[in-house]
Every structure is written in C-alpha cells, then in structure tokens.
C-alpha cells in the first residue's frame, strides 16, 4: 500500500467524523495488513505506541494541564486582569489590550490555548462585554489572544516538538518569547485600531478603572503578586537549572495548589476530586492520540515519506523563501484540519531534514511549526478555541470567526517576521 492510500485514508476517516486517535490507529495498521512483507505489523505498532509514551518529557503535559485547570477554578485570571487593568484602562483600547495581556501571562501558566481561552475568556469578556463592547468582537479577541498560550513558555506543543525532534526543551521555551511578545503587541495595535473606528463607552470604563485605583496600586499587587509571581517560579527553575521542564510542571502543580488553597482560598479540599477528574478527562484524549501518532510516525519512517517529499522539493524547490511559503501554507492547512498535537508528532520528522538542508535551524523551525499550528486553533473546520470561545458565550462559531479574520491577518503578518527574520526567534537562545 503506498503512502498516498495511507493519507487519503486517513482524511477520509477525518472527513466521517472518526476520533483522530482511532484514525492514527487504522491508517498506522492497514499498511502490514494489506502487505505481509511490511515491517509494521499488528506487534510492532502496538510496541511503537507503548514505546511512543515511555517518555520522561512527556509527564510534563498532564502537569501543565492539571495546574492550568487548579489555576483557572482558583480565579487567577481575575487577579492578573486586574494590574494590567489598572496600568492600561484609561488608554484607548485599554481593556481589549488587558485582555490580550491577561492573556500573554496565562499562556505562561497553562501552556495550553483552549485553557487560556477558558480561563481569560470566562472572566474578561463578560467585563468587556458591560463596558460596551461588540461581544462577538470581544469573544473573537480573547479566541485569537488564546493562541499566545502555545508559544509562551511554557508550551505543551514546544514540549511535544522537543520529543520529536530532539531539541532542547528549554531553548524551545526561550525562543518563543519574543515571538508571542510579537503576536500580542500585532493583536493590541489592531485592538486600538478597532476602538479608534469603532469608539468606547468612556464613561463606563472609567468608572471600573477608578474603582480599581481607590483600591490603590499597593493593594492590587499585593492580591496579584502570587498570581504574577507563577511564571517566574516556572520559567524560572527551568533557566536556572534548578528543574527540568517535566520537574517544572510538577512544581507548577504545587505552587498552584499551595496559593488556591492557603493564600486565595479560592477552592477547597473537596474541590479536588473534581479537578482531578476534569484533568484526566482532558488530558486521556491527548494521550490516546500521542500513542497513536508514535505509531504512525515510525510508519512513515519505514515508508520513506519523509525521503520522498524532501526529494520532491529538492528537485522543484530550490529557493529557501519559496520552500518556506510552502511550508507555511502545508502547516497553515494542516492547522485548520488536524488538532496540534498529532500534527507535531507526524510533520516533525518529515519536514525539519528538508529545512535543515536548507540551513534553517531546527530550534527556528520549531517556533514557526507552532505559530502556523496556533493559528490553526482559530481556523475551521478544527479551531478549538472558536468552539470553546462559543460554548463560553453561545455565540455561533462562524460569526466569531468572521469577526477574528482581521486578528488572524495580524497573526499572519506576524508570522511572516518570525519566519525571515530567524534572530526574533533565536536571539535569546544561548
């Protein structure tokens, strides 16, 4: 069977609405079931995708998950809304840039989109929402703004592109600081760009931002100065070589029980059962889909698909910024239909040896597999963080999508600076 059955297949199983792990599964074993001869039988896949979760790098995903759901039941997002309210309310554009902000730092908790989404979202944009904004818009901004919480540090899909690539964890977290910082500075300017056509309730802001600063500035940070401080203590043990990233999940997972528990008091005891619950449940699809991606990934090898398509370029491509739109546009359509996680695991090995002999660093080429992968995540028909951004808000997704196209577009044009321009990438990396 050739490896283009195996894709048709594949997206057909996608097209009729088989889970993506199921798909993985079937399109990894019909290749020795229709071939004897073929390497990958029924034992060998089963072994690939034992093997593929005997991972140490990857217990880092269900912490990053389990601390982001503690985080967001003990109202963290809340806190962090706060200061960057009170430093930017009275600007035009303030609160959407609060927002985009608040956004910015959860990503650096959860490491997740949709938990970004879900966690800012459930809180700002009824906020935004009373102060007079458009709720599309403002349910638009904070699906888009989600994105950032994949390429801040720390990142389940750098994680993910770690493992399948064999790069440094912790340069793959470093580098997609400044891209995010990019992408969130591009969603802020067109969030002022909206408020100057569109205009704002000055009165109503102003009352919320004056409420705020009658609390007094001591006040603020003093409640958010535990919520603040979360990051640090992650990326932080992680670039001090105190921990490793796996280690710095776990800590995450502490620190967020320790400051909901005692300092904010924000969840119980018996809340804890029902976290856990909520995590497993998250988290059990993530691990179906990575064992079966594991599997299909080693098909692949065998297959030689990586050697075919690397050879088809090589002998169409020979320019490096062709090859790189082409690229974008391959990840940017895999995006819209397949989730990030088997996307990482099944694209890593196929296309980091054609940009590698292309001279573009592996480290570089991770940063742009998952801002073109983040943009995914508010593109149909997948778009997670549409479909949550809606079920917070019973807004349809096609009008929530209609309403970020102009926030993609910033992301587009941010991601053609951090394509060309390898040093927004690399700079801080050691």
């Not at 990958?40 to 217990?59: E, H, Q, V």
């Not at 500075?185 to 102003?206: P, Q, S």
């Not at 300092?263 to 909520?278: A, C, F, N, Q």
Request: with cysteine; proline share 6%.
């Amino acid at each position: 069977m050739s490896a283009y059955v195996v894709f048709l297949l594949f997206f057909i199983f996608l097209i009729i609405a088989i889970p993506i792990s199921i798909s993985l599964g079937i399109a990894s074993v019909l290749p020795g079931a229709f071939d004897p001869s073929f390497t990958a039988s029924g034992k060998y896949i089963i072994r690939s995708m034992l093997g593929g979760m005997d991972s140490f790098p990857l217990l880092a995903i269900p912490m990053f998950v389990l601390s982001g759901i503690i985080m967001a039941r003990g109202g963290v997002s809340k806190k962090l809304f706060d200061v960057f309210s009170y430093f930017l309310g009275k600007l035009t554009a303030g609160m959407p840039c609060a927002v985009v902000v608040t956004c910015l730092f959860y990503g650096a908790i959860s490491g997740s989109a949709p938990a970004t989404v879900a966690a800012v979202g459930s809180m700002t944009i009824p906020v935004l929402n009373s102060l007079g904004y458009d709720k599309v818009f403002s349910t638009a901004l904070v699906a888009v703004a989600g994105g950032l919480g994949v390429i801040i540090p720390p990142s389940i899909p750098f994680i993910l592109y770690g493992m399948a690539s064999g790069q440094s964890i912790g340069d793959l977290f470093i580098a997609g600081v400044l891209p995010g910082l990019l992408i969130g500075g591009l969603l802020m300017v067109y969030a002022y760009y909206y408020c100057r056509k569109n205009g704002e309730d000055k009165e109503k802001i102003n009352a919320v931002v004056c409420e705020l600063h009658k609390k007094g500035l001591k006040k603020i940070l003093a409640e958010s100065f535990w919520a603040i401080l979360t990051p640090v203590i992650i990326l932080g043990s992680i670039y001090s070589g105190i921990a490793s990233p796996t280690e710095a999940a776990v800590l995450s997972v502490f620190y967020a029980l320790v400051i909901s528990l005692f300092v904010y008091k924000t969840i119980k005891l018996k809340d804890l059962w029902l976290i856990l619950v909520e995590a497993v449940r998250t988290f059990s699809p993530i691990l179906f889909i990575l064992a079966a991606s594991a599997a299909f990934s080693k098909v692949l090898t065998l297959m030689q698909v990586s050697q075919t398509i690397s050879t088809w370029i090589s002998a169409n491509v020979s320019n490096k910024i062709i090859m790189l739109i082409v690229i974008n546009i391959l990840l940017l359509f895999v995006g819209m239909v397949m989730d990030t996680t088997p996307a990482i695991l099944i694209l890593t090995p196929i296309l980091l040896p054609i940009v590698a002999s292309f001279g573009v660093s592996p480290i570089h080429f991770g940063v742009i597999m998952v801002v073109n992968l983040a943009i995914g995540f508010v593109t149909p028909p997948i778009g997670v963080n549409l479909f949550v951004a809606s079920s917070l808000m019973d807004i349809p997704v096609v009008k929530i999508a209609s309403k970020a196209i102009p926030l993609i577009i910033y992301f587009l044009i941010a991601l053609l600076f951090i394509t060309y321009i390898p040093s927004i990438s690399l700079v801080l990396v050691g």
